[in-house]
Structure formats: C-alpha cells, structure tokens
C-alpha cells in the first residue's frame, strides 16, 4: 500500500509538474509576442485567452533526444544568427527581381519570367517588413481593405483609377472589386458568367486567372465557392500580385511566356482573361495550346476585351476595325482547331467549352500545322519549353464519356477518390492507401489544433503545404476562412498535383532550392512535411528557411514534421533567423522517430535593426 501511494503521488508530481510547464509556456510566448517590437496583431491576446491549459495524452512537448544523441555531429556548432537585409530589399523577390529581369530578351516575355539568382548573389539576410507594417485585416473585410503600410504603392490607384481597381483612403487602400474590363463591379460580371457556366451547380471549382490584376474576380469568385489561382507578372503595374495575397485571394507572380505553366494537364474547370494582354492570336497559337493543356475535359475559356466586341468598343481601344477583326478570326481559328466550342459571345465577353475527350472532337490534322504533344513526360514542365502542340487527352471508350473521369460537383469531390487514383496513374497509391492518406492527416491536424488553436479560426488565412503530397493537409482544413496553396517539389517521386486538382484543391510545382513566386510576407502559415529530408542533398538548408522566413508574414506560424536528427539542424538555424521554437513528439508518442517543429516568426521592421 505504502508503495502504491509513493507511485501515485510520483504520477500527480509529474502530472502538475507538465501542466504548470504547458502553461508557462503560453504565457512567455504569449508575452514575448505582445511585447513584440512594432505594431502586431496581439496574437498573444487571444493565446492567453483561448489556450487551455490541459495534458495532452498522446503529446508531449518535450523531445526525448538530444543533440548528443544524434549522428553526423548535428549537435556541434551553433549557427551565427542572420542579419537584417537593407531596407532597399523589403519587396525582395529573388527570381523576379527587375534588375536582373531587364538583362533578358524581351521576346515572348522572356525578361519577365522566373531568372533565379546564381549562388555567388543570393541573400544571407533576412528581408525586413516595412515600417508601421500592420497583421492584415481578418477576412472578409482583407477582401476590401489593405493597409497602406503594408504595400505601400500608389501607381495603380492613379493608373487604374476610373476602372475601380483600388483606392488609396490615408492608411488604407480600398479595393471596390472593380476591373478593367468590369470598372462597375465584379459581381455583374460574374453573374453574367453564370448564365452560361454552370457555376452554381458547383460543378466549377478550379478557376486560372491570367493577367489577374490584383485579382478581384478571384476574390469574388469565393463566394460562389469557386477558388482561383491568379497570376500577373511583376511589372510597372506595382504590386498586383502583393495586393492580391494581402487581400487574402490565392496569387502568384508568373507570366504566359515561353515556358510552361507550374500546372499539371486538366487541373482547372474554367480558364480566364479579362483584357490580360496575352497575343491569343500570336505565336500559332501557343498560349491557347497552353490553355487546353490545363484545362480540364469539357473545361470553359472566358475571354473578354480585345478583340471581342470589337465592333462596338474598337474606337476605344484606338484600333482599326480590320486589325481587331482578325485578330479575332485567328482565335476562332485556333479554337476550332483545338475542338473547343464556343458557346456564347455577348457584352465583349466570348466563353468556348473544351472538348470531353479526343474521340468526339478528333484533332484535325489535315489543317492543323502541329501535331499531338509527346505524352512521356506530361508533367514534367518546370522550366520547360512551351511548345505549339495540342495535348492529347486519355483514351475513352464511347464519344460521351469525360477524358480522365468524371469529378463530383464540390465540395463532394474534396475526399471523393480521384479519377488519378481509380485509373491507377499515379504510381504508388491505391483508393486503399489515399484513403489511409486521409484518416492520417485528420488526425495530424487534430494534434495541430491541440497545440494551435487559432488554426482554423480565421487567424491564418493564407496558408501553404510546401510537400503537400495528395493534399490531405489542405482537405482537412478546408474552410471558407482559409485557402492552401499545395505544392508539390519538382523532386518528389512521384507528380500528385494532378489528384489535387481534382480534389477542387490548387497548387503548383516548385523547386525548394530557388525562391517561390511570391512577394515577402504573403503567407500566415507554412506546413513542411518531410521537405529537409527531401532536400537534404540538393541545397542548403539555410536557403530553404531564408526562403520561409521571406514569404512568412511577421508573427506567422510554421509547422515543420520531420526526422528528429534533421529538425534539431533546422531548430538551429530557425533560432539564428529569430523564430521562436519549440519541438514536440509526435502525437503517436516518444517513440515514433518523426518529430515536429512548431515556431512563431518575430515581429520586427526595417527600422528596429537592433531588435
């Protein structure tokens, strides 16, 4: 008896002992992020209120290794901690950044497209926020209003001002969801998209933007639960993209140039360009081929602006009539030789619908002057070459079945099995082992929410899984108050884009040894699953995290699962990039060798270099 009342006195110690712990903890972070060192979003508020301070069963905080433990000397060496870059670089995008832009041909917008730095010129520093930088609005207000501190550019309000594309109202800009092609509002126009798209069947879930401004159709499109991936290249027009993100839509800086899109075939229902200024008609019809490409079977074209309406509109667009007129015929052309059909042409907007597949629409060959793209390596497109070739669809067995499969309306589709899975083209998963994929990450994300309660509550809303495998993460979280950018390295084995889209998620390749195509702080969250050991071998790992820290907005989260002896490495350099760590066991227990690195990045901007 006397043993047994030792034990149990032995249990409450500990016991009392790891709640006092838990709840320390929470408090010092929560005071180390109000004290801050500029204005915050008082995170630490809302962590001290909402936190519970309870034990967690199946999760302890504390490690059971330790650097001594560890092979290949990962416990020796601190690392330097990393500087502040100058203020010059608080926009700093590493692959499109102007000056070295400018040395590139001009020639199909090769000068604006991805030109990584070489490693003699890459930043070892840490990009500062600019001054009086503010957390961005909550969403949905973010959709409407940005502060000025934050981007703080004017050139589109004054360029765009009679087309409602942004105002500038003292410390805000005010996005009224106008555009160029709709400067009274994006929700008419939509609306007049879907009397012939069947958006409200909700059988269009994935929508590309091209030339997307600061993305308001995208923006408005979330209402009619459509999730956009809008792109603009950086140019003279400042920070399109920059405002799309701070606004909280879904953007990335790219351009139709002449090398593929970071897409896999038939990943988006709906394809669009709203006076994007892309040459349709030029280049044998190249950028529409890219088109078809990455639009799904049985997929709609928007296309308004120039050429379309060009009767009516042409003495506005300062054009004659014979120049608009073919330049309009060549589209129809190109569309008529890729089967599309068009649908519809009224109010200068034109809508084409992809064929459903290669039988009932076959390639006309005769008059086509390319042919069929290979199919060997359809999704291998990082930096590769456009090509004018049509895509060749899989094979059906009657003229009315979809090419690939047929996808559930959303959000049915978001945990039905893929078409890719039940075809069995993506090698090494199964319905059996995407099913499991699923039940695994619902549970990931419960132990996240555990330690992380603000996780789904509209605190982080742009979001990104930088190794996101069939895109569980991101299905496990969908909410209306956050999006997740899914992307999938180019060095993985194997390509699971394809199966994301047709999930109604969005992604995009990416190569983690270059910068992403992003502004600095556009994101709230960052997840990284097994990425270091991925990389491991390819580039350091203080590029990777560098990079992290660029795109992570001041006082946003980083999740980072990982083997043990390659996170106690990343802690190391995490602390010399100031985020606040910690490492935590796996929710399975001690034992599992997998661990994960939670971190919060400090508030700091360009003037507080001391801090």
């Known amino acids: 008896m006397a043993r047994s009342s030792t034990e149990s006195r032995t249990r409450t110690t500990v016991f009392v002992v790891v709640v006092f712990g838990l709840c320390s903890f929470f408090y010092l972070l929560g005071v180390w992020q109000r004290s801050g060192f500029g204005r915050g979003d008082t995170i630490a508020a809302v962590v001290n209120e909402q936190t519970k301070c309870v034990v967690l069963p199946n999760l302890n905080f504390e490690t059971h290794h330790s650097a001594s433990d560890l092979p290949n000397d990962t416990g020796s060496n601190e690392v330097e901690p990393f500087k502040p870059c100058d203020a010059q670089y608080t926009d700093y995008t590493p692959c499109e950044e102007q000056k070295r832009a400018m040395t590139f041909p001009r020639d199909k917008m090769i000068y604006r497209e991805r030109h990584c730095p070489p490693e003699k010129e890459k930043l070892y520093c840490l990009v500062p926020a600019p001054k009086d930088y503010a957390a961005p609005f909550s969403w949905p207000k973010s959709r409407d209003y940005v502060h000025y501190a934050n981007v703080p550019h004017k050139s589109l309000t004054v360029e765009k001002a009679i087309q409602n594309w942004v105002h500038y109202e003292g410390k805000v800009f005010r996005f009224p969801g106008g555009g160029t092609q709709f400067p009274q509002g994006a929700d008419n126009y939509i609306d007049h998209l879907a009397s012939v798209v069947p958006i409200a069947d909700r059988k269009v879930r994935t929508a590309l933007d091209t030339g997307c401004g600061v993305a308001s159709l995208g923006a408005y499109l979330l209402k009619k639960n459509v999730l956009t991936m809008s792109f603009a290249p950086r140019d003279n027009h400042e920070a399109q993209v920059q405002f799309a993100l701070e606004r909280g839509v879904p953007a990335y800086i790219g351009v139709l140039g002449s090398i593929k899109l970071p897409f896999p075939p038939r990943a988006f229902d709906m394809a669009h360009c709203s006076r994007c200024l892309i040459p349709w008609s030029g280049n044998d019809g190249m950028y529409m081929m890219e088109v078809d490409r990455v639009l799904r079977p049985g997929g709609y074209w928007v296309l308004s602006g120039p050429p379309i309406g060009w009767k ?10 014979d120049d608009l007129q073919n330049e309009q015929r060549k589209i129809e052309q190109f569309a ?5 059909n068009k649908i519809s042409e009224k109010d200068g907007i034109a809508i084409w619908r ?6 009932s629409c076959p390639m006309k060959q005769e008059n ?11 999704n291998d497109v990082w930096y590769k070459k456009m090509e004018v070739c049509a895509t060749p669809l899989p094979e059906v067995k009657s003229v009315t079945e979809v090419a690939g499969g047929q996808l559930e309306p959303f959000p049915q589709r978001l945990n039905a099995v893929p078409p890719r899975i039940t075809h069995g083209s993506v090698p090494g998963f199964s319905v059996q082992s995407y099913q499991e994929d699923n039940k695994l990450w619902q549970k990931h994300i419960n132990a996240y929410k555990k330690i992380n309660n603000l996780l789904d509550t509209g605190r982080f809303r742009n979001l990104m899984d930088m190794n996101a495998g069939l895109g569980s993460f991101a299905a496990a979280l969908e909410s209306t108050k956050l999006w997740v950018m899914n992307v999938v390295p180019t060095i993985a084995d194997t390509s699971t884009l394809g199966v994301i889209y047709e999930r109604g998620l969005i992604g ?3 190569d983690w040894c270059e910068g992403f195509s992003t502004y600095p702080r556009t994101y709230d969250l960052i997840h990284a699953n097994a990425v270091f050991s991925l990389y491991e071998n390819k580039c350091k790992f203080e590029d990777i995290l560098l990079e992290m820290d660029r795109i992570l907005r001041p006082e946003g989260a980083v999740i980072i699962r990982d083997k043990v002896d390659v996170l106690v490495k990343v802690e190391k350099i995490a602390n010399a990039i100031r985020w606040q760590t910690r490492l935590a066991d796996h929710e399975g227990g001690p034992h599992v060798p997998e661990k994960i690195l ?3 990045k400090q508030y700091w901007v360009v003037e507080s270099k001391s801090s």
């Open 368 to 378: 086509l002057k390319v042919g069929k793209c290979e199919l060997a390596y359809y």
């Open 598 to 600: 939670f971190a919060v």
């Open 336 to 340: 008529e030789l890729l089967c599309w």
């Open 354 to 359: 992809k064929r459903l597949n290669d039988k």
């Open 508 to 510: 995009m390749y990416h």
């Open 312 to 321: 009516i509109h042409y003495k506005g667009w300062q054009r004659t009539k």
